[in-house]
């Protein structure tokens, strides 16, 4: 694994103590498991206390992302029991072997993943950003494997389309050139601590001094953190060619999307016109939040997932 050095990790005490709660470590169990001949790791975070509310939830985190991305809305989720895996090429999981990552792959991985842990169709699945595209994909091509369907920040449009296209058109050149260059040369670009940075400062809308600096730590620490430069291709090309409106008309069960206000990644127009296609959504909007909601409001998110699976009972 050409994995990014960690000696960086940013996760001190003191934004432990502000950004998660105390009773989280007590839930967590780190494993792993293989599916199609790689090795995926996979975190549960257990319910403080089970009942007759607690549901599964299996999480799919978006692109250059890992399990580390949605855990401020799984600690918000005391009741329930949710498994966040590392995608296979990203984080502490392997690439695949032998197969291109295209959103088509990762629905086939999903399939393996959760037949390996016996999850069954009472199954929630939530995917955020890339890992809406994948999720909706796999709904859409698996009818009755999961219930129901949740999203945050959904890739409602073509990226390489719209106002955004030529930043989108550019981001393509620089993993194109990453991946053809000298290995060192391609690694330094693709980590190159300036360029995640800017992509850090573009996404965040918080004003939160505090939470801005937690932001940056994570995507310092984590966004590097992929198998190889072949996987990290193929799995953006796969995150800018397709959408969850691609498929909004097959999605046969309940839809929650969780959308930014000031989203410029997957722009709130969007979001209603995605809404309309689907054939049983609902769409909340969160105010003053970009494509981090993960991040920045991860408690209006996770009420919003309460509500619905409160709406949509397994």
Request: net charge neutral; aromatic share 8%; no cysteine.
């Amino acid at each position: 694994m050409e994995n990014v050095d960690t000696a960086h990790q940013t996760g001190s005490a003191q934004a432990q103590a502000r950004f998660f709660s105390t009773s989280l470590a007590g839930r967590t169990t780190a494993s792993d498991v293989e599916v199609d001949g790689s090795t995926v790791a996979y975190w549960t975070y257990e319910p403080v206390k089970a009942d007759n509310k607690t549901r599964t939830i299996l999480v799919v985190h978006g692109f250059r992302g890992d399990h580390h991305g949605l855990l401020r809305v799984a600690d918000l989720l005391p009741g329930m029991r949710i498994i966040m895996p590392d995608l296979p090429g990203f984080g502490s999981s392997d690439a695949f072997i032998g197969d291109e990552h295209t959103v088509e792959r990762y629905g086939k991985f999903l399939s393996g993943f959760m037949a390996a842990l016996g999850l069954d169709p009472s199954t929630v699945l939530v995917g955020h950003s890339f890992g809406s595209i994948v999720a909706s994909h796999f709904a859409a091509a698996h009818p009755g494997a999961v219930f129901p369907l949740i999203l945050i920040n959904p890739i409602a449009a073509p990226a390489l389309e719209g106002p955004k296209g030529i930043m989108t058109k550019l981001a393509v050149f620089y993993y194109r050139i990453s991946a053809k260059l000298p290995r060192r040369l391609g690694l330094a670009l693709l980590r190159n601590r300036a360029i995640v940075r800017l992509m850090s400062i573009t996404m965040a809308k918080t004003k939160d001094k505090a939470l801005r600096r937690f932001i940056h730590g994570q995507h310092d620490s984590y966004f590097s953190a992929f198998a190889d430069r072949k996987s990290l291709l193929e799995s953006f090309e796969a995150s800018v060619s397709g959408t969850v409106a691609d498929v909004a008309g097959q999605l046969r069960l309940p839809v929650l999307l969780i959308a930014g206000e000031k989203d410029e990644i997957a722009t709130l127009p969007n979001q209603h016109k995605l809404m309309e296609r689907l054939p049983d959504g609902k769409l909340v909007v969160i105010p003053g939040v970009g494509h981090l909601i993960h991040y920045e409001t991860p408690a209006p998110a996770a009420a919003a997932i309460r509500t619905f699976l409160e709406e949509h009972p397994a």
